[in-house]
């Protein structure tokens, strides 16, 4: 009875009518899509487990006019633990708001389908070892682990869609920048070599070279590498700060992370 079959990590939903909800997954094979699920929001809904966030399922769909119905859920991973977790949670669900609002409409990506699932499957570990020993050094290592980990879910995305920010020429006289320790960063631009002053009232901020590698990193190497990467807080915070700044450019609003 169902048009077709897809494997999905669910996004996010909505409230629709009374008794459904109005899902946001990302489809490995489809991308992002939006899809409609009957009856979800009853107390006893067979199909509710199946499309809570961050859940891996296969979903089963009827096509339909305006949304595509769920007409059958199986979990792959729940990833419970995190669920569990309410820093974690909340963690993941900032992240995957985000990434949310970043992915484009039915284009599908391998690559940033695998990255996601990395991603909660990584949260879920660190739920768990939260669980099994609650020390206080242990937590800070856990922390920076998650939070390179979300930098670099965001970035492989960030890079996907297009908004990559240029690193290697002027974005104003377009010359090959040569390599120094601090660049000038011009928001909006991109890095601005020395060569103009005329900046307008864009916002400037210094950018480390080594901020700039670490982007790297994170874009081209796998999640679970990040555990390799040594970064000291400062450079850490240079990186959130400059992530902020590149995401709320691009989705065009307040970004909490
Ligand atoms: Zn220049």
């Not at 695998?114 to 949260?123: F, H, P």
């Not at 020429?169 to 991109?190: D, H, I, R």
């Not at 002053?197 to 950018?207: C, E, I, R, S, Y």
């Amino acid at each position: 009875m169902s048009d077709y079959r897809t494997e999905v990590i669910i996004l996010k939903y909505w409230k629709s009518k009374e008794y459904d909800r109005i899902y946001s997954v990302f489809s490995r094979e489809h991308g992002k899509i939006r899809v409609v699920g009957i009856g979800t929001r009853k107390l006893v809904a067979k199909l509710a487990s199946g499309l809570e966030p961050f859940t891996r399922s296969d979903i089963f769909l009827v096509k339909c006019r305006y949304l595509d119905r769920v007409t059958g859920a199986i979990v792959l991973r729940q990833y419970k633990t995190l669920k569990q977790d309410l820093d974690y949670l909340i963690e993941g669900r900032r992240t995957t708001d985000i990434v949310e609002r970043l992915l484009p409409d039915g284009e599908a990506n391998e690559k940033i389908f695998v990255a996601m699932k990395e991603y909660l499957k990584l949260l879920n570990t660190l739920a768990k070892d939260k669980e099994e020993d609650n020390k206080i050094e242990k937590k800070e290592q856990q922390d920076f682990i998650s939070q390179l980990a979300q930098l670099s879910l965001l970035w492989k995305v960030i890079y996907w869609t297009g908004y990559f920010p240029r690193f290697s020429n002027c974005a104003y006289c377009n010359k090959k920048v040569a390599e120094k320790e601090v660049y000038q960063f011009v928001l909006s631009q991109g890095i601005n070599c020395g060569c103009t002053n005329h900046t307008g009232v864009d916002l400037k901020l210094d950018l480390h070279k080594n901020t700039i590698k670490i982007i790297k990193f994170l874009v081209t190497q796998d999640i679970n590498l990040i555990k390799k990467l040594k970064i000291e807080s400062k450079d850490l915070q240079e990186l959130k700060q400059f992530t902020k700044l590149i995401l709320e450019q691009i989705v065009e609003r307040r970004v909490i992370f």
